[in-house]
């Protein structure tokens, strides 16, 4: 199972970003999954996620100014923001937690309840 995530970039405080996030591999279902960010010199937080059944929250200081769906067919995750802020600056991350797919060799339906991150995608906010 791979995540790639994109749609980062350089804007301008106010600015708007969609990122997107497909997962890749033998995925027939995915549960919970959400976006993290990571800045600079802190730990990395939770920013919005989304249950399969489509429940979303949000981190406090994104809510209002961001959107989180998915596309279960597509395998796809997206986040999008508005009203960035400089303090919006970080890496930000897919995450899937727990998904099912079909083990190539034998066929057979595994799930698990493991967490799996993609590589990032920067947003660079200036004021």
């Known amino acids: 199972v791979q995540l790639q995530a994109s749609g980062g970039g350089s804007v301008q405080s106010g600015g708007s970003l969609r990122l997107s996030c497909v997962a890749s591999?033998?995925?027939?279902?995915?549960?919970?999954v959400a976006w993290y960010r990571q800045a600079p010199g802190k730990q990395r937080e939770l920013v919005a996620g989304?249950?399969?059944?489509?429940?979303?929250n949000y981190l406090e200081s994104v809510k209002g100014r961001a959107t989180i769906s998915r596309d279960n067919a597509k395998k796809m995750v997206y986040l999008q923001m508005t009203s960035l802020k400089p303090e919006d600056t970080a890496h930000y991350y897919c995450?899937?937690?727990?998904?099912?797919?079909?083990?190539?060799?034998?066929?057979?339906?595994?799930?698990?309840?493991?967490?799996?991150w993609g590589k990032g995608t920067l947003v660079t906010v200036s004021s």
């Open positions: 591999g033998r995925i027939i279902s995915m549960d919970d």
């Open positions: 995450n899937i937690h727990g998904l099912c797919l079909i083990e190539p060799v034998s066929t057979q339906v595994i799930c698990d309840g493991e967490d799996h």
């Open positions: 989304i249950s399969r059944g489509g429940r979303t």
